[in-house]
């Protein structure tokens, strides 16, 4: 009976035990027990007490115990992670995704689980991540991005991962551009281990480790023009301007009847009126300070040319003095310079019967001091110093540019000689890179040209294509030289100057309607570009400094 007993015995042992496993209750204590409910579990998964795995999911399964501790979702029925898609399950430690179909993972996708060590979204289709798609997950110490589509990742994604001590992004076909940058960067100062991941594009960098990539061969500082503001009005002329420390800018409005005075308002960032000049037919609006007065050259196109004062006593601009109107008949340009100190300004006058200017201020005003280029309908006048030797340069309808050069002892300019034998120049810009000296010359028929100084003569650097062109500009903004070819026709050019190349290379497009020139505003805290338009709103551009890294 011995051996009975003891198998009996031991039998009862065994079911006792599980029946207290299984939490049936029959006799004695247990029995006043009640079973505890098993925790939910959707018909799509298996669940343990604190585990759950999913097959074929449609949505993040809602009704799991809160105290879950580890989902495995896989074939999910749905491609997008959306804000707080787990939140519902704060306790989670560890989250397998794997093999779905995720293509998308939204910003704030796993807030809430301030507990997560373990994230793996493996084998999925995701193309992009949001910027703030890991936050909040400070717990988490692995992450596995492998085998997906991406082919970037946004800056600062782990920033909010501080304890990560493994990463895998392999399988994922990365574009090693200004974009990836950051990464770069990251894997050279983290502590974290990672499996070797290599750039797919672009050629250069194709197969290479993207740890191995020279951090020096990331140019990602760039520029932009955006406009900052809209002045409701058309203008031909733009002149910026110094009196008194405060920056003023002076525009020819021939619509508008006036010569319009803009002054920068510091706290609001912007130009706002400050005065008009009456002036019918205004095409240049020329400010001129001399000895701590201002005064404005008013060429009109049709009733004569003006000089006005400030005058401080009343606040108003006043006239002061007539040009003549037999020299200058239809002016189309005013330029002024200094040469030893003394105070010029010239107007190209563009009718068959007058005559380009040089006036010269004599203490009481400004009075004619010789007449150069009649009769030749110019267009444009340009003062430029070469070798020390004071220069203007005239463009007209009817032959090429010419070159006037300042004799000091006769204080006068002479005939000097021609730029090139290039018609129909309508403007002529210069500009200086180191000791070259470059002029632009914009036509309005056949191409634009950018020619360079070479001892006796110029010759041709570059051609530009263009078209109905009455403008081509070179401006310096934040050390950098660029150049705005306008037309009549089609959309103004944005060129940069390449200094390897020795050339300029096109760098953006500006929507400005027949503008007619192009004004960099000198401001300390911010750099602004001016375009008047013959037949549309004045913008003034906003020039600002784009990281592609970012």
Not at 87 to 99: D, E, G, M, R, V
Not at 149 to 175: A, E, F, H, M, V
Request: glycine letters at 4%; a neutral charge.
């Amino acid at each position: 009976m011995a051996g009975p007993q003891r198998w009996s015995k031991g039998r009862s042992l065994l079911l006792l035990a599980l029946l207290g496993l299984l939490g049936c209750c029959c006799w004695g204590p247990v029995a006043s027990r009640r079973a505890p409910r098993p925790p939910p579990c959707p018909a799509s998964c298996s669940c343990t007490r604190d585990t759950a795995f999913c097959v074929d999911s449609k949505a993040v399964p809602k009704n799991l115990a809160r105290d879950v501790i580890s989902l495995t979702l896989i074939n999910a029925g749905f491609s997008e992670l959306k804000e707080a898609a787990f939140a519902h399950l704060p306790s989670l430690q560890f989250l397998l995704l794997n093999s779905n179909q995720f293509s998308l993972i939204r910003d704030n996708a796993f807030t809430g689980l301030s507990h997560l060590q373990y994230l793996f979204i493996e084998n999925n289709d995701i193309r992009s991540l949001s910027k703030n798609a890991f936050r909040g997950l400070k717990s988490l110490t692995h992450l596995s991005l492998a085998n997906n589509n991406l082919q970037t990742l946004p800056r600062d994604l782990l920033k909010p991962l501080d304890i990560l001590s493994d990463l895998d992004l392999r399988g994922n076909s990365l574009t090693c551009d200004c974009k990836i940058k950051w990464l770069v960067e990251w894997m050279e100062n983290t502590n974290a281990s990672m499996p070797a991941v290599f750039c797919g594009g672009p050629p250069q960098y194709q197969g290479q480790k993207v740890r191995d990539l020279p951090l020096k061969n990331f140019d990602c500082i760039t520029t932009d023009f955006v406009v900052h503001q809209v002045l409701p009005f058309q203008s031909v002329s733009a002149e910026p301007f110094t009196y008194s420390s405060d920056l003023y800018v002076a525009l020819a409005q021939p619509s508008s009847s006036s010569c319009t005075i803009l002054k920068w308002d510091y706290v609001e960032r912007k130009l706002r009126d400050f005065d008009r000049i009456p002036a019918h037919s205004a095409v240049y609006c020329k400010p001129i300070v001399v000895n701590s007065r201002l005064y404005v050259v008013v060429a009109q196109l049709f009733g004569g040319s003006y000089i006005y004062r400030w005058d401080t006593n009343i606040d108003k601009f006043i006239k002061i003095q007539d040009i003549d109107s037999q020299k200058i008949r239809k002016p189309n340009d005013i330029e002024a310079f200094q040469i030893d100190g003394e105070w010029f300004f010239v107007i190209a006058d563009s009718s068959k019967a007058g005559s380009t200017s040089l006036y010269r201020w004599n203490q009481s005003g400004f009075y004619s001091h010789q007449d150069l280029h009649s009769w030749h309908r110019d267009t444009d006048v340009e003062y430029l110093e070469v070798d020390g030797k004071p220069r203007l340069i005239i463009s007209s309808s009817s032959q090429a540019p010419i070159v006037y050069q300042w004799n000091r002892s006769q204080k006068q300019f002479a005939h000097w000689g021609d730029v090139a034998e290039v018609l129909d120049v309508q403007m002529v810009k210069h500009f200086q890179m180191k000791r070259d000296h470059y002029l632009c010359l914009s036509r309005y028929i056949g191409d634009s040209k950018v020619v360079r100084w070479e001892g006796l003569r110029f010759t041709e650097v570059q051609t530009l294509p263009s078209r109905g062109s009455l403008v081509m500009e070179p401006f310096q903004i934040s050390q950098q030289l660029y150049l705005a070819l306008g037309s009549d026709f089609s959309f103004t050019h944005i060129y940069l100057w390449d200094e390897e190349k020795q050339k300029f290379v096109k760098f953006q497009e500006l929507s400005v309607q027949a503008p007619r020139a192009f004004q960099p505003i000198p401001l300390e805290a911010m750099s602004v570009l001016l375009a008047p338009s013959f037949k549309g709103n004045t913008l003034v551009y906003k020039h600002i400094v784009v990281d592609l890294s970012s």
